[in-house]
Structure formats: C-alpha cells, structure tokens
C-alpha cells in the first residue's frame, strides 16, 4: 500500500515537472518563432505582429521588424505598424534594405505620398531600382504624371512593375478633367447641357424637359391670370428650384466623374505596387 502510494507520488511529480517545462517552452524564442509563423500563415496577422515585436523585444533581430509590419499592414492596421518602426527610423542606418522598404510600404499604405516620396529620395539603404520606383509611385499617386514618367523611363522596360506604373503615367498625361465651372455655367444658360458636357445624356435631356416644363407651366398661369396666379407662382417656384438644383447637381457631377477617373489610375498604382512588393 506505502509502495502504491508513492509510485503515485512519482508520477504526479513528473507530470507537473513536464508540465512546467512544457509552459516554459511556451516563452521561449524558438515556441514564439514557431507560434507566430503558424499565426502569420493562417491569417491572424495583428496576432502575428504582436508576438514579432515580442521576439524582437527577445533578441533585437531586424527580421522581426520587418514580419512585425508586415503582419499589420496584412491586418490592415499600418498606423500600429508605424507607431512602431517610427523609434527605430530616427537614424536611416538603424533601417538596413528590407526594413527600410518594408517603412515604404507602409507610408504607401497609410496614404502619406510626401513623406514616401522624401523617403525615396534621401534614404542611404534603399537599391537605385527600388528608391526610383517608390519616387514615382509616389509621385503618380500626387497627380505629377510628367515628373514620374521622366523618372520611369531611365528604369529597365521589362520589369512588370515599370510597364504597369508608365502605363498610368502616359494616360495621366491624357487625362483631361472636365471643368466644373464651366459645365455650372452652361446649365445655368440652358439648362442640362452641363450634365451633356460631362457625358450624362439622359440626366442632361432630363433636367432640360423638366426645367422648360415647369417654366412654360408657370408662363401660362401668369399670362391668364396674372400676378396673382397661385397655379403659377406653384409652377415657377418648381421651375426655379429644379433651374437652381440642376446648376448645383452639374457640378457636383463633375466632380464625382473627376474623382471617379482619378481614382481609377490610383487603383492601378496601388495594384501595381503590391504586386510586385
């Protein structure tokens, strides 16, 4: 019965003994390593950038960094990723190649062309084929086709990236932003025809027949009854606010359909760019 009991005991023992060593390989660089890769492949990325910068935080390993980033721009969180590459950007050194692009990708991402375009320019680590690529990413994104173009082509023809990027550059040199003042102007002297300007056909023909409707409806209920006619001052107070919202939905037009063709080419950069990053 004793010899029972303490077989028991041993075992017990060596249970909780494996136990603490198997929680303390948890914490280990290697158990994280391994952990957060298996986070990073299954799609938890903000999981896997926060066990990265803890393996940095272990052993000051740049490659972490990098992952750490990654990670969070894959979770679409590259604010937490800057906040936490800015400490470590103070010295352009400190940023070896991969870092360095990996800070670009995330400028790229969070929006901030000026800041990639300087970046691109001045940082020492950064390969002449990269840096002219992100200059002009940064500077198609900024609207200056010209500027990109004439960078792009001192660039190979045959990398993939270089045809996508000059393909936008030479239709942003063609693209031509219809005037919003001007088409306001040509509804506000015939009605629809700034609409027509912008290639709205339909919604162009459509506030003409309904403004020239309302205006003729209220010209007749004048004409019988004077001014004093409640059929036309209805009729004309419909005939000046279709005439005014079809002068402020003109330009509204405009800008959207700008907008619109705008960011068309910046999808394309950025569908460019993070294909080939």
Not at 145 to 158: C, F, G, M, Q, R
Not at 242 to 257: D, M, Q, S, V
Request: glycine share 6%.
């Amino acid at each position: 019965m004793i010899r029972f009991i303490s077989v028991i005991y041993l075992v017990l023992g060596m249970v909780i003994n494996c136990s603490a060593q198997d929680t303390l390989d948890l914490f280990s660089a290697e158990s994280t390593q391994q952990f957060a890769n298996h986070l990073y492949k299954t799609g938890q990325f903000e999981e896997a950038g926060n066990e990265y910068m803890r393996l940095y935080h272990l052993g000051s390993n740049k490659e972490h960094l990098v992952l750490m980033s990654k990670s969070y721009r894959k979770a679409r969180l590259p604010q937490k990723a800057l906040i936490n590459l800015t400490p470590f950007q103070a010295e352009p050194i400190n940023f070896n190649k991969d870092l360095a692009l990996e800070f670009c990708h995330v400028l790229m991402a969070l929006a901030d062309y000026n800041e990639l375009l300087f970046y691109a320019k001045n940082h020492p680590n950064l390969p002449d084929f990269d840096a002219k690529i992100l200059e002009a990413s940064a500077l198609l994104q900024l609207e200056k086709w010209s500027t990109a173009d004439s960078i792009l082509v001192e660039l190979p023809e045959n990398h993939q990236i270089v045809k996508a990027l000059k393909d936008v550059a030479k239709t942003g040199k063609k693209l031509k932003k219809n005037n919003k003042l001007l088409a306001a102007g040509m509804s506000a002297i015939v009605p629809g025809t700034g609409k027509i300007y912008s290639g709205q056909w339909k919604d162009g023909l459509l506030s003409l027949l309904v403004v020239s409707t309302t205006s003729w409806q209220a010209y007749t209920g004048f004409n019988k009854n004077g001014i004093k006619s409640a059929y036309g001052w209805i009729f004309g107070a419909l005939a000046a606010g279709f005439y005014l919202g079809n002068i402020y939905g003109t330009a509204t037009a405009i800008e959207r359909r700008n907008a619109l063709v705008l960011n068309r080419l910046i999808t394309r950069v950025n569908e460019a760019y993070f294909s080939w990053y």
